[in-house]
């Protein structure tokens, strides 16, 4: 199969523990370049938080971001934009105060919380991008473009109930997914990374069958349903696995590099593998002639 672009999710997937990209990851990611396939990045990380590894791995696109809310170019050039109605957003905002949940509402680029808690500063240290503690209501937002909101609960049993809550009550109104097991995040209805990456490829002529996608989670569920080849992560959880169509390495042990190893380079190196077989051949027959010779 001649697959032209690879989606890659972030956070443990294309990200070690220590939220690098490791060196065989990046060196591999530059060969499926050179042979000419397109790479990008697909997150529910806000532009600034991302397109310092995109930078890191050359990458000249496009960044999908905000969970497909928010898709920019590299010079930071909005392609598109999908956010969440004002009224809705404004129900779920004055919702998760009236219950005292750590909220954080994701404006473009920037993201705003009530107040700079333990939630606030892991997340903020997370992704390396500092937050705005707005220092009142967050409803005092109200008006603004909103393109994502997130709830951080740490608390396992409180998580679960929110997040059936929030889907019982908004599901067929909002996307509610999560990345991590204290995730809850919320987009506007249909705004998930699968339809974000199906836009781009009908924008940049690519089809469907030519498409990869690498994932962990069930923020990544649709890109890696509507990609041709969906990838999970080992690490990924059971039914984010059992929907894709393979299973790679988790992120500490170079996932992204071995599938993309095994997708687009094996072939290459059997056959640079024969060519120097052949040329060692060649040299040892020369080799011999000579002896004869002499």
């Known amino acids: 199969m001649n697959y032209k672009l690879v989606a890659l999710d972030l956070d443990r997937t294309l990200l070690n523990s220590n939220k690098e990209i490791?060196?065989?990851?990046?060196?591999?990611?530059?060969?499926?370049?050179?042979?000419?396939?397109?790479?990008v990045i697909v997150t529910?990380?806000?532009?600034?938080?991302?397109?310092?590894?995109?930078?890191?791995?050359?990458?000249?696109?496009?960044?999908?971001t905000h969970n497909g809310a928010l898709s920019r170019k590299i010079n930071g050039k909005i392609i598109s934009q999908h956010p969440i109605p004002g009224e809705l957003s404004q129900e779920v905002i004055e919702l998760a105060e009236n219950h005292g949940l750590h909220l954080q509402v994701y404006l473009e680029d920037d993201f705003f919380f009530r107040y700079r808690n333990k939630l606030a500063e892991d997340y903020e240290k997370s992704i390396g991008v500092r937050g705005q503690e707005l220092g009142r209501r967050l409803t005092s937002l109200a008006g603004e473009t909103v393109h994502k909101l997130l709830v951080i609960?740490?608390?396992?049993?409180?998580?679960?109930?929110?997040?059936?809550y929030l889907q019982k009550f908004y599901g067929h109104r909002l996307n509610i997914t999560s990345s991590t097991n204290s995730f809850i995040e919320i987009m506007a209805a249909g705004v998930n990374k699968g339809q974000a990456l199906a836009d781009i490829c009908q924008e940049w002529g690519y089809q469907q069958s030519e498409v990869v996608a690498i994932g962990d989670n069930y923020n990544d569920s649709e890109m890696l349903e509507w990609a041709e080849l969906g990838i999970a992560m080992a690490n990924a959880p059971e039914e984010v696995r059992s929907l894709a169509d393979r299973v790679t390495s988790d992120n500490d042990n170079q996932g992204v590099a071995r599938a993309l190893d095994y997708l687009f380079l094996a072939d290459k190196k059997t056959e640079e593998n024969k060519e120097a077989s052949t040329s060692e051949v060649s040299r040892e027959k020369d080799e011999q002639a000579k002896t004869e010779n002499s």
Request: aromatic letters at 10%.
């Open 22 to 39: 490791d060196t065989a990851t990046r060196d591999t990611i530059s060969r499926v370049q050179e042979l000419g396939c397109e790479v």
């Open 153 to 164: 609960e740490d608390d396992s049993d409180r998580w679960s109930y929110y997040k059936d």
């Open 44 to 64: 529910g990380r806000i532009f600034p938080s991302a397109v310092d590894y995109a930078r890191q791995l050359k990458l000249s696109s496009a960044v999908v």
